[in-house]
Each structure stands twice: as C-alpha cells, then as structure tokens.
C-alpha cells in the first residue's frame, strides 16, 4: 500500500472516518502571541530590577501584587486571542474567539465570507428562528459571527479553511434537504 503524502503543517485538518470535524487556528497569530507574552514579562521584570533597590522597598505588597495582576491580564488577553479556533463538524461550527465560545449550527449560516482586507473570515447568520424557506436579503443589520481562528494573513491556509466551511455547510443543507443556495 503507497504511503499518503505528508499533510503540509499549513493546510486544515482534515476529515477522518468516524470523526467528521475539522479544526481551524491562526498560525501566525499563535508565534506572535507568544512572542508578545514574553516580551512583555521579561521587559516587566527587567523594568522592576532596573529600578534603585531604594525605590524598590517603598512598594507595597498590594502594590505588587496589582501590578502583577495588570501584567497576567495582559498576557490572558493576548493568549485568549490566539486560543480562538473554528471547530466545525456535520452539525455546525464552534467558534472560539477569544474567551467566548459561540455554536451555530449550519441552518444558521447564510454565508461564510473572508473578503481582500479582511482581518479573518466571518459568517453572516440568518435570524434566529428563521425557516430557512423565507427569502433572506443580508443588509447591515444581518447578525456576523467573526471566525478570528480563520486569519487572513495565513494566506493559503486561511483561504483553504473558507472553502472547508463553506463545504461542510453546503454538505449540511443537503443532507437535511434545506437546498438553500451555495455560499
């Protein structure tokens, strides 16, 4: 039996048998993350010790601790936005952008888009309740679920992960007979 070509670290995850999903994450924004986190560690303590020792000692422990506690915010914010993902299976997706984890399911998606300039890919969501018979015309006012694991700077990977979405959900909507228009 021929080996399978290695599957370049930059193309999606795909299928499996018996395990359907897909997982989407920024590449990029990961390293950069990391980079920021520890820069912004290093470049703290660094800031504490270049202080005189004299001016060091009238600290006090509430005062430490804030400042520590201003410093691990920080860093969960950048970590927290380079942990969002999409999660997407048969039944929809799981969008993770930063803390918040959010679950549309397929009949809720009108359209998943990742336009030139765009920061990262976004679904247009039909109303809740919708019966996916009613025409539906997406204005300004249509509900957008931003897909920050899907960065645009990741190129090839980014454009690979939108045609996965959108193929999975057009799979979706065959199969429960939706026949909704492609995306």
Known sequence: MPAEPAQSSRSPVPPTPG??????????????????????????FYGWFALPREIRVLFTVFQLLTLLAVLAALVLVVVGVAASSVRADAEGMRVRNGLR????????????????GDAWAFALLRPEGDDGQTPFTPDLDTQKRHLVGIQSHDGAYAEQAVAELRRLRQESLRRSGRGLPPS
């Not at 959010?102 to 998943?112: G, N």
């Open 101 to 116: 984890v959010h679950h549309v399911p397929w009949d809720r998606v009108h359209r998943v888009m990742m336009r030139p």
């Open 19 to 44: 395990k359907d999903a897909v997982v989407f994450a920024p590449k990029r924004l990961r390293g950069v993350a990391g980079l920021i986190a520890a820069a912004l560690v290093a470049l703290t």
